[in-house]
Structures are given as structure tokens and as C-alpha cells.
């Protein structure tokens, strides 16, 4: 069987079994719509907030990312594996215990103010949506190549995938369905890695192959990396920062606060019957999350090596990595090169006209390289690797069987669907429970409540799959300017809402808007108004990065710190929250569960 004819089949196989999924598990009221009835069990949950959680940034743009950062790609393992614990140790429980399934609607009753809830849903419909769009490049990318259709109509088509099994299925249907995307993407993400890790160093497990000596020789595999990408001008893969020491540590406490305050994630915690069960789905979750990121770091060096091999022959029978001969004949490519040119994600120039396929840093500071490259007639890099393909091309670079190239398909697919449908449901909470319910018609029917949630979910797909079309950046860049302004609205007022009982809306309010403000002035003014092509504005911040070299991505750790500063200035000049309210935040800190998911009916 060829490969494209596998592919069909492993994705439509998938496909079958999240649709069949979403239909037997169809939401009929409003309970199982918003909170799949709290009756989901603690290691399914635990399942489901895996597959929530590992997205299309986690599946298809992590490894790529610390592939072409290295050693500061770490960031984002230690970000979101860190917030991931935040918040189910911290935060999780007490929301669980507090009743309300959805964050606007604590920030609402905490704060004992509609206006606070209604702040609240302004700042989770920007965080979400950002974050689909990520997703949403995720799935261009991954049909783009193995449904040999463009990245446009790749989006398209996985917008009406994840509007079968969301809007019809709600919570319930999605939950049922993540557990079986968490069980295809897992094994799409680490049966490759295992092939890869036995073909490079014998060593079954990859966690202990990155640290392996390569097959045959006495150096490790990540000394290997070093001395290759080094001498081609690269920055040393084992020690490369992103960008300042600074940024890197703004850039990670970003991703961990931000990710504490992710709304889709906090819903999961009211799918179980208990505070107890939360707890334990917690825990079970960051199992399931710690197989894939602890693969991650030697997916991410084993596909770099090999994308150098395949492209320059010295870097597996040694010599001069600038001799003529060593790089490879672009007439001869091998055919997965040729397979991803045809998405755009892969780009060849034969800059020298020599026929040959020169990878390496033409913009490098090493001028032990620069001199080679000159010597040697290399006019400039002719090789540009889209980041997001790492992971999808890996199996092809390494020329495993057509099932495992099959396999990682569908997972790819699989976990960008699989957080896109989180993040709608959050959405559409936010709209129909929060706003409609909660605010403008309080006394609409559950009927109509539900109908509204669907069609809240609807116009979410269209706007994010719009908005797909032309992403800000890579996949797992756009989830961190998601994660940034969850960092700066969300989080605090979480925070604050649980741990200080002073703490009341006025204060509350204005911090979420400075720190929503701050952080979107910050990232519009590179990334264009609301990520629109053509409308930055850097000239008016002094250009880019010109906060102590602190990037876009990295600011929602800035817009933290702005909304704590706001918040409690202005909560010093204004009254203190109502008894009933200080006596209920004291209560919800009492280390006893609450079974009951208040308003989820």
C-alpha cells in the first residue's frame, strides 16, 4: 500500500472514531453541555486535560522550536509543564471546591459584580481565540502535507471536523472524545521517537538515547549536534538562550502563569464528582502530559541531526562539512523533501548554481564559518525548514514503515482538534452561561441557553479559522502571545479572588483591564491589531522588543505584574469587600470537597 493511501486511512480512521464518539455522547442538557454531567472518572479526566492541554504548539511546533533554539527551547517545557502544577496544586481545587464551572463566573461572584464577570469574559474570548489560532495553523499544517491539500483548505476542512464533535457533543462529547485523541496522539508522538532513538543509539527509550552515544561511534549524540551545528554557524545547541538571560526567565514565568490561568484547562477540574477526584484527575493528567514532554527534547535533537545528515553526508562519514561533495545533489533529494516543497513549509534555492543544497547560518557571528562558506563558493543558505514540520516530517527524514508516518498524521491532527474544541467549549460557556444567562436574559430557558452555546461555538470556528489564514507566527509562538495575555488578565484575578479576601472588585476590575491593555499595546504594536497584517505600529514604541529587549511573547509576565500594581493601589482607596463575601473566600481555602457543581444545571 503506498504512503498517501495510509494516510487516507489512518486519518479517516480517526476521524470515524471522534465523530462516533461525539454522537454517542451527545449533550442533552445543559449539565452534560458545560460540564459533561460531572460524572467523568478521574483517570479519563486526567485522559482528556492531557489531550486538552498538548495542543498543536505541544505536538507539532514544540520540538520544532527547541530543534532550531536548542537549549532554550527548554523554556517552553519548563513554562507550561510548571504552570500545568500551579495550577492544578494551587488553583484547580479551590475553583472545584468554589462551584462555579467557569472562571468569568468566580471572578463574577467573588467580586460580587457583573462588570467584573463581563471583564472577565473580554479577557478569556481574547486569550482563546489566540490560542485557536494557533491550533488552527497546526491543523493547516499537518493537512497542508498529508491530505495534499493547501493550508487554506486544510483549515477549512478541520473547521467543520471539530464543529461535528463540538457543538453537537459539548463537554460530554468532547470529553469521550479527548480521551481517545490523547491514546492516538501518545502513540503517533513516542513510536516514532522510540524507531528513531534505536536507529541513532540503540536505546529503546528516547529520554535515555538524547543522552546516548551514537551507534557505532564513541561520542554522544548531543556532542555530535554541537560539533555539526557549530561549524555550520548555528549557535551551539546545548547553551543557546532565547534571546537575553532576562527574556528567557519573563518568557517562561509567562507560559507558567499564563497557563494557570487558561480557562479551558479550569473547566476540566468540573467534569469529575469531587474535589478529591480533581485532585487525582490533576495528577493523572500530568502523567499523561509527561510522557510527550519529556520525549520532546530528543524528538527535538534526533531530527535536527538527522535533517543535517540527510543534507550534508559528512555529518555521517565525517570530513569536511564545506567540501564539495558533501552536500547533497539537489536532482537527488530524497522524496519527503520533495513531498513538503509542495506545501510551502520547505523552501529550496540554488543560490551558487552548483546543484547542490548548501543548510547552513549565513547570517552567523562565527567567523571560522563565515570563512569556510566564502572559501568553499557558498553564495547563502538554500534551505529553509518551517519549524512546525519537525515533528510531522520526522518519521519521513528517518525513513520509517508508511504506518508510523500515518500514525503521527492523525495524532497531529488529534491535538490540535482536541484543544480547539477545549478552547470553544470555554468559549461558548463564556457566551451563553456567562454573558446571555448570567447578565442580559437571566430568565432564558436551558433550551435556549444550550442553543445559544452552539451558536456561540459556530461563530468561534468561523472567526478563528479566519484568523488561522494568517497566523502571527508559528504555531507554538502564537500560543505563547495566548498564554502572555492569560498571564496578565486572568491569573491575577484568580489569584487574588482565592487568597486574599481583601482583595475587592474595584480593585479587581482595574487590574484585569491595565493588565489586558498593557500586554495587547505590547504585542499589537509587532504583530499588527489583533494579529491583522500591515497595522504594527513599532516606530511609536521606539521599535521592536524595546522593553529591556523583552519580546512579545514574553510580556504577559509584564502585564502580570502591571494588574497586581494596579489592583491593589486602587483596592487601598476603595471599600473593602462585604462580610459575606470575605467569610466566603475563607470557606473555599477549607480543605473540604464540595460535591455539588453549583449553577452546572
Known amino acids: 500500500m503506498d504512503l498517501q493511501t495510509t494516510i487516507y486511512i489512518m486519518v479517516g480512521l480517526s476521524f470515524a472514531l471522534y465523530i462516533g464518539i461525539a454522537v454517542w455522547a451527545r449533550a442533552g442538557t445543559t449539565s452534560e453541555f458545560y460540564s459533561a454531567g460531572g460524572s467523568v472518572h478521574p483517570v479519563l479526566n486526567g485522559m482528556a486535560t492531557g489531550a486538552d492541554w498538548m495542543s498543536a504548539a505541544s505536538f507539532i511546533s514544540m520540538a520544532g522550536l527547541i530543534a532550531n533554539m536548542g537549549y532554550g527551547g527548554g523554556l517552553f517545557l519548563m513554562g507550561w509543564t510548571g504552570g500545568y502544577v500551579l495550577l492544578a496544586m494551587l488553583l484547580a481545587p479551590y475553583l472545584r471546591k468554589f462551584g462555579k464551572f467557569t472562571v468569568p463566573q468566580f471572578i463574577g461572584d467573588r467580586f460580587y459584580s457583573k462588570g467584573a464577570s463581563m471583564i472577565a469574559v473580554i479577557c478569556l474570548l481574547t486569550a482563546s481565540l489566540t490560542y485557536i489560532i494557533g491550533q488552527m495553523t497546526g491543523v493547516g499544517v499537518a493537512f497542508s502535507r498529508f491530505l495534499g491539500v493547501s493550508s487554506d483548505v486544510g483549515i477549512y476542512v478541520g473547521m467543520g471536523i471539530v464543529f461535528l464533535y463540538a457543538v453537537f457533543g459539548g463537554m460530554k462529547g468532547i470529553t469521550y472524545t479527548q480521551v481517545a485523541q490523547y491514546i492516538v496522539l501518545i502513540l503517533a508522538y513516542t513510536i516514532p521517537a522510540i524507531f528513531i532513538s534505536l536507529q541513532l543509539t540503540g536505546n529503546f527509550l528516547p529520554q535515555l538515547g538524547l543522552g546516548g552515544t551514537l551507534t557505532g561511534t564513541d561520542m554522544s549524540l548531543l556532542a555530535k549536534l554541537d560539533g ?11 547553551t543557546t538562550t532565547a534571546g537575553s538571560t532576562l527574556n528567557m526567565f519573563v518568557y517562561t514565568m509567562s507560559l507558567m502563569i ?4 487558561l480557562p479551558h484547562v479550569i473547566m476540566r477540574f468540573f467534569t469529575v464528582p469531587t474535589v478529591k477526584d480533581a485532585r487525582s484527575s490533576a495528577g493523572w493528567a500530568l502523567v499523561f502530559i509527561a510522557i510527550l514532554y519529556t520525549t520532546a527534547p530528543a524528538v527535538a535533537a534526533m531530527a535536527k541531526l538527522n535533517l ?38 520547505l523552501k529550496f534555492e540554488d543560490k551558487n548554481g552548483d546543484g547542490r543544497i548548501q543548510y547552513y547560518n549565513d547570517a552567523t557571528k562565527n567567523e571560522a564559518a563565515k570563512a569556510k562558506a566564502t572559501a568553499a563558493g557558498w553564495k547563502g543558505n538554500e534551505l529553509t525548514v518551517n519549524a512546525d514540520i519537525i515533528v510531522l516530517a520526522n518519521p519521513e527524514i528517518a525513513l520509517l514503515p508508511n ?10 491532527l488529534a491535538a490540535a482538534l482536541s484543544t480547539a474544541a477545549g478552547l470553544l467549549m470555554a468559549i461558548s460557556a463564556a457566551v451563553s452561561h456567562d454573558l446571555i444567562k448570567n447578565i442580559f436574559v437571566p430568565d432564558i430557558s436551558e433550551k435556549g441557553e444550550l442553543l445559544a452555546g452552539k451558536i456561540a461555538m459556530a461563530v468561534a470556528i468561523v472567526i478563528s479559522g ?15 502571545l495566548a498564554f502572555g495575555i492569560a498571564a496578565s488578565s486572568l491569573f491575577p484575578a484568580i489569584m487574588m479572588g482565592i487568597f486574599s479576601k481583601k482583595m475587592n472588585k474595584e480593585g479587581a476590575m482595574a487590574g484585569m483591564l491595565a493588565g489586558l491593555f498593557v500586554t495587547l499595546f505590547y504585542v499589537f504594536a509587532h504583530k499588527g491589531i489583533f494579529f491583522i497584517k500591515g497595522t504594527d505600529f513599532l516606530p511609536l514604541i521606539g521599535g521592536a522588543n524595546p522593553f529591556f529587549g523583552i519580546t512579545p511573547e514574553a510580556f504577559g509576565a509584564i502585564g502580570a505584574l502591571v494588574n497586581f500594581a494596579v489592583a491593589f493601589a486602587v ?8 462580610e459575606h463575601i470575605q467569610h466566603m473566600v475563607e470557606s473555599v481555602r477549607v480543605p473540604r470537597g464540595s460535591k455539588l457543581v453549583d449553577g452546572a444545571h
Open 308 to 345: 543535517h545528515s540527510t543534507v550534508n553526508t559528512a555529518v555521517v562519514k565525517g570530513g569536511d562539512l564545506y567540501a564539495p561533495e558533501a552536500s547533497i545533489q539537489a536532482e537527488t533529494r530524497p522524496d519527503w523533501m520533495k513531498r513538503w516543497e509542495k506545501t510551502g513549509l
Open 228 to 238: 555539526v551545528v557549530t561549524d555550520l554557524g548555528f549557535g551551539k545547541y546545548t
Open 466 to 480: 479566519w484568523l488561522g489564514l494568517n497566523p502571527p507566527g508559528f504555531a507554538a509562538g502564537t500560543v505563547a
Open 403 to 412: 504506518w508510523v508516518i500515518g500514525l503521527v498524521a492523525a495524532g497531529g
Open 258 to 261: 499564563g497557563t494557570a490561568g
Open 571 to 578: 483596592d487601598k482607596v476603595t471599600p473593602e469587600p462585604p
